[in-house]
Each structure stands twice: as structure tokens, then as C-alpha cells.
């Protein structure tokens, strides 16, 4: 047992929360609370037993509780902070700049030919933006493709559904590590050193700050209401999480939300489960509306 394993008890003996047992009947309660409320799909494996095990014996060591099923009674009981607390524990985050960099090579080359056809003003959607590196890529691509007079009408919408990593994007300051990706060029040109409690982070710079609007939106709505249509929608890496329904479902809404002749970029891994009659497929994860 770790000394990061034990706490004390109100007795004052150690207590192992690494020995708490998780039984199949709870994880189903939480699989099933999951998949309600996002629309990820966890079903009984030892990978995602253990996923769920060690992402909610945080939130036991939190609330100082002692059995999955006590925190499952608190969670039924919650308000709002605890089921946001709890999708934001069971999703996964992981994300940086320019991943999957094929895609941004592909917007830049687009944005002037989108400018051309549908401006003076275009709308971009960061469907899945975690925390912040993919919709901050985007701005930066915007900027090395278009003249500034016309980067500065391209509007982002930067969008999750778990809050924490919302407000991570929002406030575009990251550790050194949280960094990869992003090349020492771009690095000095659009973001800035500053120091928090002694730390040093890189901040956004103002220049792609403020292009960017965050705001929490969950896939799962049943259907997606905008004002104006979109000229690209970035989804990526997160429809693998979902079932084949539920990325149906998303797929026919996102394409409802894009303008004629817009663009759809999934994951990478993401590409083989569509189909869809106003899709084309134009390279790897990327279609165009028809
Ligand atoms: C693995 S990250 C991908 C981040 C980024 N798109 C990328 O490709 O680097 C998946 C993100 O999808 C978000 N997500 C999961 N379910 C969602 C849902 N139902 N609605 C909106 N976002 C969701 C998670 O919170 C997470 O931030």
C-alpha cells in the first residue's frame, strides 16, 4: 500500500482506498449514468473497470467517502457540481497542438477559397476542444492563411462538454509539457511567458485569444440549434468513445450545421464509421457537404 493510498479516518487509523472494491453492479450504474448523460459508451471490460476504478476513487479520497456505492448514492441525490464533477472525471482529455497535423495543412490551404465563396465572415466549430490546444492550432492556422484584415472575421466556437477543461481553454495558459506539438516559431509568436505562484506558463496571446468563443455544448443534445451555418466543423477524437447510434446521431447534426459546400474533420481513427448521403470524403477524415 502507497502512503498516497492510505488516509487517515475519523478514527485515526489508516484507511486504503486502493482496497475499495468496485462490484460489476456499480460499475454498471456508472457505465449507464455515462452513457446517459454523454454518450460514452463503457461497456464491462477489465480495461474499463479499471478505467472507471481509478478515475472515481479520486472523487471517494474527495468526498471522504468510503464505498463506491456511497458515492453513487451522493451522486443520485447531486446537484448539477456533482454530475459535472463526475463527466468530468470519466472523459478523457488527452489532446495538443497540431495534432494530427494533416488537417490544419488542409484548412490553410481552404480558408482563403471559404473567404472567396462564403465571406466576409466565417464560421469555425471546435466541437470537442478539451483543453484549448485544438481550437488555439486553429486560430493559429487561421492567422498564417488569410490576411489579418480577414482572419480577423473568422469567428471560432470552441466547445465541451466538461467544464474544468472549458475553463482550462478559456484561460490559454499552459505548462511547458502541455506545449508539444506547437513549433518554437508559433511558440513565440502567438503565445507569451508569464509567471503564476513563481511557475512559468505560456499564455495565449491576445491576437488568437480573442478570435476564439468558448462555450460548453454536449454532442449528445438532441438536435443542434445555431444561428448560422459553418463553414468548417472540427470533431476530432471524440466520436470514439460513442457507439455506433450515438455517431450517427452526431454525424446527421453536425452535417444539419454545416453551410453547402463546408467542411467536416474527424479524428483520424474516426473516418471508418461514416456514411452519409451529404458527405464526400475528400482525404483522411476529411468530407465536404454536398
Ligand atoms: C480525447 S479529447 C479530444 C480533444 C481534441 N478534439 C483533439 O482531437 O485533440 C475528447 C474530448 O471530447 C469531450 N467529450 C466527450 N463526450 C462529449 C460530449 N458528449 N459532448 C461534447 N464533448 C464531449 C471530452 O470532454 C474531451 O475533452
Same mark, same amino acid.
Given at each position: %500500500?502507497?502512503?498516497?493510498?492510505?488516509?487517515?479516518?475519523?478514527?485515526? !487509523?489508516?484507511?486504503?482506498?486502493?482496497?475499495?472494491?468496485?462490484?460489476?453492479?456499480?460499475?454498471?450504474?456508472?457505465?449507464?449514468? %455515462?452513457?446517459?448523460?454523454?454518450?460514452?459508451? *463503457?461497456?464491462?471490460?477489465?480495461?474499463?473497470? =479499471?478505467? &472507471?476504478? @481509478?478515475? &472515481?476513487?479520486?472523487? #471517494?479520497?474527495?468526498?471522504?467517502?468510503?464505498?463506491?456505492?456511497?458515492?453513487?448514492?451522493?451522486?443520485?441525490?447531486?446537484? @448539477?457540481?456533482?454530475?459535472?464533477?463526475?463527466?468530468?472525471?470519466?472523459? +478523457?482529455?488527452?489532446?495538443? /497542438?497540431?495534432?494530427?497535423?494533416?488537417?490544419?495543412?488542409? %484548412?490553410?490551404?481552404?480558408?482563403?477559397?471559404? %473567404?472567396?465563396?462564403?465571406?466576409?465572415? #466565417?464560421?469555425?466549430?471546435? =466541437?470537442?476542444?478539451?483543453?484549448?490546444?485544438?481550437?488555439? +492550432?486553429?486560430?493559429? +492556422?487561421?492567422?498564417?492563411?488569410?490576411?489579418? =484584415?480577414?482572419?480577423?472575421?473568422?469567428?471560432?466556437?470552441?466547445?465541451?462538454?466538461?467544464?474544468?477543461?472549458?475553463?482550462?481553454?478559456?484561460?490559454?495558459?499552459?505548462?511547458?509539457?502541455?506545449?508539444?506539438?506547437?513549433?518554437?516559431?508559433?511558440?513565440?509568436?502567438?503565445?507569451?511567458?508569464?509567471?503564476?505562484?513563481?511557475?512559468?506558463?505560456?499564455?495565449?496571446?491576445?491576437? &488568437?485569444?480573442?478570435?476564439?468563443?468558448?462555450?460548453? /455544448?454536449? *454532442?449528445? @443534445?438532441?438536435?443542434?440549434?445555431?444561428?448560422?451555418?459553418?463553414?468548417?466543423?472540427?470533431?476530432?477524437?471524440? #466520436?470514439?468513445?460513442?457507439?455506433?447510434?450515438? +455517431?450517427?446521431?452526431?454525424?446527421? @447534426?453536425?452535417?444539419?450545421?454545416?453551410?453547402?459546400?463546408?467542411?467536416?474533420?474527424?479524428?483520424?481513427?474516426? !473516418?471508418?464509421?461514416?456514411?452519409?448521403? !451529404? *458527405?464526400?470524403?475528400?482525404?483522411?477524415?476529411?468530407?465536404?457537404?454536398?
Amino acid at each position: %500500500m502507497t502512503i498516497a493510498a492510505k488516509k487517515k479516518d475519523l478514527a485515526g !487509523s489508516l484507511y486504503d482506498f486502493e482496497e475499495i472494491k468496485l462490484s460489476e453492479k456499480t460499475f454498471e450504474k456508472f457505465a449507464t449514468k %455515462m452513457y446517459d448523460l454523454a454518450g460514452v459508451d *463503457l461497456p464491462f471490460t477489465p480495461k474499463n473497470h =479499471a478505467l &472507471i476504478r @481509478n478515475r &472515481i476513487v479520486k472523487l #471517494l479520497r474527495r468526498h471522504d467517502l468510503r464505498t463506491y456505492e456511497e458515492y453513487w448514492a451522493m451522486l443520485e441525490r447531486g446537484d @448539477n457540481t456533482l454530475i459535472q464533477e463526475f463527466i468530468s472525471a470519466l472523459t +478523457t482529455n488527452m489532446t495538443s /497542438f497540431y495534432r494530427e497535423s494533416n488537417h490544419f495543412d488542409f %484548412m490553410a490551404k481552404v480558408m482563403p477559397e471559404l %473567404m472567396a465563396k462564403h465571406g466576409p465572415e #466565417l464560421r469555425v466549430w471546435c =466541437a470537442a476542444a478539451s483543453t484549448g490546444q485544438e481550437p488555439y +492550432t486553429l486560430a493559429m +492556422t487561421v492567422c498564417e492563411s488569410l490576411p489579418e =484584415a480577414q482572419a480577423s472575421r473568422v469567428r471560432l466556437l470552441a466547445t465541451d462538454i466538461d467544464l474544468q477543461v472549458l475553463k482550462k481553454a478559456s484561460v490559454g495558459t499552459y505548462e511547458e509539457r502541455e506545449m508539444q506539438g506547437l513549433p518554437p516559431v508559433q511558440r513565440t509568436k502567438y503565445f507569451e511567458k508569464t509567471k503564476v505562484n513563481g511557475d512559468e506558463y505560456f499564455r495565449a496571446k491576445d491576437q &488568437i485569444h480573442k478570435m476564439i468563443r468558448f462555450a460548453p /455544448f454536449n *454532442l449528445m @443534445n438532441p438536435k443542434y440549434e445555431f444561428q448560422h451555418k459553418f463553414h468548417m466543423i472540427f470533431c476530432r477524437n471524440v #466520436l470514439i468513445y460513442f457507439d455506433e447510434a450515438t +455517431t450517427k446521431k452526431v454525424i446527421d @447534426n453536425l452535417v444539419s450545421c454545416l453551410a453547402p459546400g463546408a467542411y467536416l474533420v474527424l479524428g483520424h481513427s474516426e !473516418s471508418g464509421n461514416v456514411k452519409h448521403p !451529404s *458527405l464526400k470524403p475528400l482525404s483522411r477524415a476529411v468530407y465536404q457537404k454536398i
